[in-house]
C-alpha cells in the first residue's frame, strides 16, 4: 500500500503511541487524517500540527453508536489504525474484583473487534486498503503483573487473525503489531527496557508499506518472540516472576 494521499483514521490519537502515527503520517504526505479521542478537547494540539488535513473525531470504541457514528463521518478511510487501549495493571486473583479486566477487554478487545466490523465494508469500497492493529507481547505471554491486560490482548491477537482471514477476499491487509513495553505513562510501572513510542509508530507503517502482517517494534519483542518459539516454557516461567503488587520500576526485563 502506498501512504502517499492515503486517508487514515488513528483511534486513542491523542495517546503516547497516537501522536506519533499522526505526525508520521504527516511526513508521508497522506491527504488526511481522522484522529480521534473520546473529548474533542484532547485533539487540538494535534489538530494544529496541520488544520487542513487533520480532521477531530470524537469516539468512544465501546460505545456502539460511538463507533458507527465515526464510520459514517469517516467513509473515505483506507487506512485503519487501532490504536485505542487500557491497561490498569491488575492480576487475575490478585486484583480485588474483575471490573478492571472487563475494562480492559471492552477496550482492547470489544472497542477493536467493533472498529474493524464498522470499517471493513469501507475499507472495500475503497480497494481494500489496510487496519493496523496495536497489540502486545503481553498477548504471546502472560506478565502476571498486568494479568488482565495481557489476557485482553490475548483476545485481540486471535481476534486480528480471524479478521485478517475474512478480510483476505476483499484484499484488506490486516497487520498485527507486537511491541514488548512502551515507554508511556501506561507502562511507566513496566519492567525496562522499553520501546520508544515513535519506533512502534514507525515499525508499523513499514509493515503497510511491506506488506507484512506480523511486526514485532524494538530488540525486547524481537528477542522474546524468537524465545517464545524455542523455550516458549521458559518464557512463561520467567514472566511468572513478575507478580502483581511488586514495584517493577527500573527493573530489567
Known amino acids: 500500500m502506498n501512504l502517499s494521499q492515503a486517508i487514515a483514521l488513528v483511534t486513542g490519537a491523542n495517546g503516547g503511541i497516537g501522536s ?17 479521542a473520546r473529548t474533542l478537547n484532547k485533539l487540538n494540539d494535534l489538530v494544529a500540527l496541520d488544520p487542513t488535513r487533520i480532521i477531530p ?5 465501546t460505545n456502539a ?5 465515526a464510520a459514517a463521518q469517516c467513509a473515505d478511510v483506507n487506512l485503519l489504525i487501532n490504536n485505542a487501549g487500557t491497561s490498569l495493571n ?33 475499507l472495500k469500497q475503497q480497494g481494500g486498503g489496510a487496519i493496523v492493529n496495536i497489540l502486545s507481547l503481553l498477548g ?60 512502534v509508530a514507525r515499525a508499523a507503517l513499514q509493515a503497510v508499506l511491506d506488506n507484512q502482517e506480523d511486526v514485532y517494534p524494538g530488540e525486547q519483542a524481537s528477542q522474546v518472540s524468537a524465545q517464545l518459539l524455542s523455550d516458549p516454557k521458559g518464557v512463561e516461567k520467567y514472566m511468572a516472576s513478575f507478580l502483581p503488587g511488586m514495584d517493577l520500576a527500573g527493573t530489567n526485563a
Open 20 to 36: 506519533h502515527f499522526v505526525e508520521q503520517l504527516l511526513q508521508f504526505d497522506v491527504a488526511k487524517i481522522y484522529v480521534c
Open 140 to 199: 504471546k505471554v502472560n506478565l502476571p503483573f498486568s494479568g488482565s491486560y495481557s489476557a485482553s490482548k490475548a483476545a485481540a491477537i486471535s481476534m486480528t487473525q480471524s479478521v485478517r482471514a475474512e478480510l483476505t477476499a476483499q484484499q484488506t491487509l490486516v497487520v498485527g503489531v507486537m511491541p514488548g513495553t512502551v515507554d508511556t505513562d501506561l507502562a511507566k510501572a513496566w519492567p525496562n527496557p522499553k520501546v520508544a513510542p515513535a519506533e
Open 65 to 69: 453508536e460511538s463507533v458507527n457514528a
Open 57 to 61: 473525531v470524537e469516539l468512544d470504541v
Open 90 to 122: 491488575q492480576g487475575i486473583i490478585a486484583a480485588p474484583d474483575l471490573e478492571s479486566a472487563r475494562a480492559e477487554i471492552e477496550v482492547n478487545y470489544f472497542g477493536m473487534a467493533a472498529m474493524c466490523r464498522a470499517f471493513a465494508p469501507i
